[in-house]
C-alpha cells in the first residue's frame, strides 16, 4: 500500500457506507458523465473514496438500505468541505457484458436491479466494469476543502495534496475478504454454476 496518495475517486456516499461496513467490497461503474468516453477506467489502483451527495436516488437502493441513505442525506458535511474517511486497493476488474450477470450480483452490493440496468444499458456500449476493491478505515479522516477542479460528473479527482494512509485498517479481515472476493469471481464465470 502507498504511504501517501492524492487521488480519489467519486462514489455514492451511500455506497461508501455499504463498502466501510464491509457490506460491499465491489463497484460497477459506468463511468462520469463528463468524461471522454462513457467508460470507465482504473486510472489509480489505489485511491481514497470520495463521497458524493448529488444523483444518489432512494429508488436506486435495495429497500433495506433506504433508511441508510436518508440518514446520510440529512446530515452532509458542512457545504465546502469532504470528509475522506476510507481508502480502497483494486484487487482485481472484471468487464460484464451480459446482462444476466448481473442479476447473480445482487447480493452483492446495495443498487437494486433497475439502478443496475440502467448503468449496464447506458451510453452505446452496453455493460458495466467491476472492480473488486479491498477498503480501509483510515486512522483519521480528513477534511479537506473542495476545490473548484474537483467539481462535476468525473470519476477520478486529484486532491492536489499528498494524504497519508498510514495506520489504517482493513475493513474486513483476510479470510472474510477472500470468502467474498471467490464468491464474486464464481459468479462471474459463466461455464460456474453460482450457489
Given at each position: 500500500m502507498q504511504r501517501n496518495n492524492r487521488f480519489a475517486?467519486?462514489?455514492?456516499?451511500?455506497?461508501?457506507?455499504?463498502?466501510?461496513?464491509?457490506?460491499?467490497?465491489?463497484?460497477?461503474?459506468?463511468?462520469g458523465l463528463?468524461?471522454?468516453t462513457a467508460?470507465?477506467?482504473?486510472?489509480?489502483?489505489?485511491?481514497?473514496?470520495?463521497?458524493?451527495?448529488?444523483?444518489q436516488q432512494r429508488r436506486g437502493i435495495i429497500p433495506a438500505w433506504r433508511k441508510y441513505l436518508d440518514q446520510i442525506l440529512a446530515a452532509p458535511p458542512p457545504k465546502g468541505e469532504v470528509h475522506l474517511t476510507h481508502y480502497a486497493v483494486v484487487?482485481?476488474?472484471?468487464?460484464?457484458?451480459?446482462?444476466?450477470?448481473i442479476k447473480t450480483l445482487s447480493a452483492f452490493?446495495?443498487?437494486?436491479?433497475?439502478?443496475?440496468?440502467k448503468r449496464f444499458f447506458y451510453g452505446q456500449a452496453p455493460?458495466?466494469?467491476?472492480?473488486l476493491l479491498r477498503v480501509f478505515q483510515l486512522a483519521e479522516s480528513f477534511r479537506i476543502p473542495?476545490?473548484?477542479?474537483?467539481?462535476?460528473?468525473?470519476?477520478?479527482?486529484?486532491?492536489?495534496?499528498?494524504?497519508?494512509?498510514s495506520r489504517c485498517r482493513p475493513v474486513l479481515g483476510d479470510d472474510t475478504f477472500a470468502m467474498k472476493a471467490r464468491r464474486i469471481a464464481a459468479r462471474l464465470n459463466p461455464s460456474h454454476q453460482p450457489s
Open positions: 475517486l467519486k462514489e455514492w456516499a451511500i455506497i461508501l457506507r455499504a463498502l466501510a461496513e464491509g457490506r460491499q467490497v465491489l463497484l460497477l461503474r459506468k463511468g463528463i468524461e471522454n467508460r470507465f477506467k482504473v486510472e489509480h489502483t489505489e485511491f481514497f473514496i470520495y463521497p458524493t451527495y448529488l444523483h484487487q482485481q476488474m472484471f468487464k460484464i457484458t451480459e446482462p444476466e450477470r452490493h446495495v443498487l437494486n436491479e433497475h439502478e443496475v440496468r455493460g458495466l466494469n467491476l472492480v473542495v476545490q473548484p477542479s474537483y467539481a462535476g460528473c468525473r470519476s477520478w479527482v486529484d486532491l492536489g495534496q499528498e494524504i497519508p494512509t
